[in-house]
């Protein structure tokens, strides 16, 4: 079973990549509030 952290992890190169698009573009980005009790350190 993956963890939160496993599942980021694996999808931080593409999130980055989203991300970075979004600042050159000046777009707004959203962000939702997540439960991350399970997270560690």
């Known amino acids: ?3 939160l952290d496993d599942i980021v992890a ?5 999130l980055s990549s989203i ?3 979004a ?3 000046q777009q ?3 962000f939702i ?3 991350n009790e399970g ?3």
Do not use: F, P, V
């Open 1 to 3: 079973i993956q963890t």
């Open 10 to 14: 694996g999808n931080d190169e593409k």
């Open 19 to 21: 991300l970075e698009d």
């Open 23 to 25: 600042l050159s573009k």
């Open 28 to 30: 707004d980005i959203s």
């Open 33 to 35: 509030a997540i439960e």
């Open 39 to 41: 997270l560690t350190k």
